[in-house]
């Protein structure tokens, strides 16, 4: 009899080379996610505009960069370690071309891999010429890279842009970011604010019937999460019966 198949640790890259287009939100609801759970998490902020992830998430995130070679290699190093624990990285838009640039040069994903991690970009997918052009440089640069496009639908139409971000994989299913009546973010934008606490410790000035749709929302995300990480691990079995067949 087969052994269980063990899942990869993820390595999640939340990255667009645009600004404001939710990817610091993104990348938070990542990490609450894995808190949420009681799962093991560590969140790494390239520190863009403020507020930034570790002003949310002070006591999950350190702050990293690869604008030289001292830098790099204090992330990588960190990245690669197989230690279990699940890593959300906030890619800024300044530092989109140098990290995947990096990554490619030291072919960090087979060494990852090769570590139990699972590198898993995601992008998020904007509606616009530069999002679409990076996407399919990345697409070409890292094609073992597993690549997911996020439609956040407070900053576009996930269905109108579909068909500038194909996927290449069957585990790239897209990740949908339902919209958020705008008045909610004076809420969510507070610092620091960890959406685990929230779930459990609702903030006195905000109405029982927004809590309750503010839950809702996140349960959707949540969701949306769990199935990736369920496509991530089918794969994996995928990949080890096809090994044992071979």
Known sequence: MRGRVASRTPLFIVCSPQARVGRTLVARLLIDFFLMEDRPVAGFDFVAEAPSLVDFLPDQTVQAH???IHGQMTLFDRLIVPDRIAKVLD???ASFQQFFSVMAQIGFVDDARRNGIEPIALFIAAPDAVSQRAYAELQRALPDLVLVPVYNEAVGHGHRARKHFPLSRASSVPIQIPALAQHFY???EQTP????????TPPQDIPLDG???LLRWMRRVF???RELELRLLLNDVRLSLQEGAG
């Open 223 to 225: 969701v949306e999460f």
């Open 193 to 200: 604010f960890s959406f685990a606490q929230f779930r459990g």
């Open 91 to 93: 890619l800024a838009p």
């Open 186 to 188: 004076r809420y969510l």
């Open 211 to 213: 809590y309750m749709e």
């Open 66 to 68: 690869v604008a030289d």
